[in-house]
């Protein structure tokens, strides 16, 4: 089963996207601490790292180039902003995928895969 470590970025998106990855067969790890980001990753030993936030700010640009730092897991960053400087931002700083909010479960579970 894929691990999955889910990053509530900003403390406010929903733990919808959580559950979602849940019920398709992936061993979700939620984490709301980006600042212990670290022992998460050596806890989890994920296949993946999910980052949900309302919008893409400083902090989720250094929680991508601080996890990049880390590892080679690949980051996925769901947000609501569909500004293209937030999205080159992010990707700029370690994401390897962005998805615009709301997300269709089903397509969220393909790209993991």
Do not use: K
Request: with cysteine.
């Amino acid at each position: 089963m894929p691990r999955v470590l889910y990053i509530n970025g900003d403390g406010v998106t929903s733990g919808w996207l959580a559950a979602a990855l849940d019920d398709r067969e992936f061993s979700v790890h939620t984490h709301e601490a980006p600042s212990e980001i670290g022992e998460a990753l050596a806890h989890v030993q994920p296949d993946v790292v999910v980052i949900s936030c309302s919008r893409p700010d400083p902090n989720t640009r250094q929680l991508c180039s601080g996890l990049r730092e880390l590892s080679s897991v690949p980051i996925v960053v769901c947000a609501q902003s569909t500004r293209e400087a937030d999205i080159v931002a992010v990707f700029e700083a370690g994401a390897d995928d962005y998805l615009v909010t709301p997300i269709r479960p089903v397509e969220l579970t393909a790209r993991l895969r």
